[in-house]
């Protein structure tokens, strides 16, 4: 079983930059697409940014520019450096492992907090 642990979330003021890391358990990281979601109250749940295992990675068109997807496959760790905050990045912010064209296996994390005060 493949646990996902994410971390970094809190309270920024808008303008402010969060880094959130999402940690990985078990051998199958390395070949997974890892992915950031968000869901704010009301809203449903949607696509941040994601990274394959070679390192393509895809943007929400809202965070172009000021969030950056990364991955550390040796520490089976992924980040999301969130520059330039707004009041609307304010969410639960989740990270998601599955597979890049399988529907094998799909995980997810607990979520962490974003706060962005205006």
């Known amino acids: 079983q493949v646990q996902l642990v994410e971390s970094g979330g809190g309270l920024v003021q808008a303008g402010g930059s969060l880094r959130l890391s999402c940690a990985a358990s078990g051998s199958i990281f390395g070949s997974a697409v890892m992915g950031w979601y968000r869901q704010a109250p009301g809203k449903q749940r949607e696509l941040v940014a994601e990274?394959?295992?070679?390192?393509?990675?895809n943007y929400a068109d809202s965070v172009k520019g000021r969030f950056t997807i990364s991955r550390e496959n040796a520490k089976n760790t992924a980040h999301l450096q969130m520059n330039s905050l707004k009041p609307e990045d304010a969410a639960v912010y989740y990270c998601r492992l599955r597979p890049l064209l399988s529907k094998s296996y799909d995980y997810w994390g607990q979520g962490t907090q974003v706060t962005v005060s205006s």
């Open positions: 990274i394959t295992s070679g390192g393509a990675t």
